[in-house]
Nanobody, 125 residues
Framework: QVQLEESGGGSVQIGESLTLSCRVSGYGFNSYCMAWFRQAPGMARENVAT???????NYKSSVRDRFVISRDNAQSLLLLKMNNLRPEDTGVYYCAADEGRAYGCKSTHGDYDYWGPGTQVTVSS
């Protein structure tokens, strides 16, 4: 059984930084596409970033120059470094794993098989 657990969320001011972590337990991290999603109140869940097992990354356009997704396959750890945070970055952030894909990661939440419970990020002025 694969389990994911996020940490590192919190409340920050505009322009500050946060780093989210996702610890993955169970077999298979090294063969999964991994992703971060977020969901703001009343909004659909949206993809923020994805990373292939070899490290190739893709980002939502509004975060591309501010966020960095990375993975440590040896430690089964997924990270999201978020810089220059804005109020529109507020939401619950989820890490997700796609056990059926190692490359060509998708950005649709329906493609992901395992999810963490989420961690809240709040950015205020």
């Amino acid at each position: 059984q694969v389990q994911l657990e996020e940490s590192g969320g919190g409340s920050v001011q505009i322009g500050e930084s946060l780093t989210l972590s996702c610890r993955v337990s169970g077999y298979g991290f090294n063969s999964y596409c991994m992703a971060w999603f977020r969901q703001a109140p009343g909004m659909a869940r949206e993809n923020v970033a994805t990373v292939e097992i070899g490290g190739r990354r893709n980002y939502k356009s509004s975060v591309r120059d501010r966020f960095v997704i990375s993975r440590d396959n040896a430690q089964s750890l997924l990270l999201l470094k978020m810089n220059n945070l804005r109020p529109e970055d507020t939401g619950v952030y989820y890490c997700a794993a796609d056990e059926g894909r190692a490359y060509g990661c998708k950005s649709t939440h329906g493609d992901y098989d395992y999810w963490g419970p989420g961690t809240q990020v709040t950015v205020s002025s």
